[in-house]
């Protein structure tokens, strides 16, 4: 974690504290020895990726006797 005092840093560019926290590394920002602020980059759980990958494979299943189903299945509609 890098962390930065205000007092020693008063002109930082925040486009480059961003281009740190996307390469993962997290920032914090004192003034006085306190911690103000803190930027960290967001971890997106893997949760997630999967919960998509499963809704990607879900297909509804069509009801037997549906006209509008068999239409689509014969290319007639």
Do not use: K, W
Not at 18 to 46: F, K, N, S, T
Request: hydrophobic residues 40%; aromatic residues 6%; proline residues 6%.
């Amino acid at each position: 974690m890098t962390v930065l005092e205000l007092t020693q840093h008063p002109h930082m560019d925040l486009a480059d504290l961003m281009r740190q926290v996307e390469a993962g590394e997290p920032i914090e920002i004192q003034r006085d020895g306190a911690v103000v602020a803190r930027l960290e980059p967001v971890r997106r759980g893997r949760l997630t990726a999967d919960l998509f990958a499963g809704r990607r494979t879900m297909q509804s299943r069509p009801y037997p006797g549906n006209s509008v189903v068999d239409f689509r299945q014969d290319e007639r509609f």
